[in-house]
């Protein structure tokens, strides 16, 4: 459908190109009585209504856009009751994302690209691996215009321990490769995408104290 399309407006185009390169004066369409006819203006709104219909979307979405991004982080506690633990204090570490343009963001995605360790060691066999919104636990999930909405990124289950923290997964989990954060500073790639919208690439910069921390700390974010 997409070529049948380009194949008219390009007919189309053509048309109108000849039109003009054989009026030589370039004016003569405007000021002849000949062409200023019912017959002339029915073709110019003819030709003008053709181009809008096959372009109709093209224009459209010139202006209506979606736009999804990082807004802030939000570190806090939260009570877990796990069948097997009981009552425990969770830390979670969340990313909070807003839909800036004026239409639905429509399955929008974030992904983990990359882990590099402290001391600047990429992860190695690693593959990327979804995160998880808040609440839902899905990796997909839509953003109405100018509505926020929070990411889980990542927890420790027991604020008290000194177990070590995860990413929250919404597949890959159990993984320790995939999954599990070490003592000290890392940082995280990840992408952001969506069905219509752009991909957009940051860095992550976290850093975790065992004992000390009863949360991962984001440092710092970055476009890239």
Known sequence: MKNIKNGIGWYFFGIGSVLFVLDPFNLRCFISSEWISVGGLTAIGTFATVIV??????????????????????????????????????????????????????????????????GGIERSDFLPVPLSWTHSGRSIRNFHPKQYGFLDLCRKDRTEDGENPKLALSAGQGVDNYEILYEGKTLLIISTSSKKGPL??????????????????????KNI
């Open 53 to 118: 219909a096959l372009f109709k979307e093209d224009i459209m979405s010139l202006f209506k856009k979606s736009n999804v991004i990082i807004v802030e982080e939000m570190e806090n506690r939260q009570l877990h009751n796990g069948k097997r633990e009981g009552l425990t204090v969770q830390g979670h570490t969340r990313l909070l994302f807003f839909n800036e343009g004026n239409i639905i963001a429509e399955e929008v995605e974030v992904v983990v690209e990359m882990i590099i360790d402290y």
């Open 200 to 221: 957009k690439r940051y860095s992550v910069s976290l850093e975790w104290k065992r004992f000390k921390d009863e949360f991962v700390r984001v440092e710092e974010i």
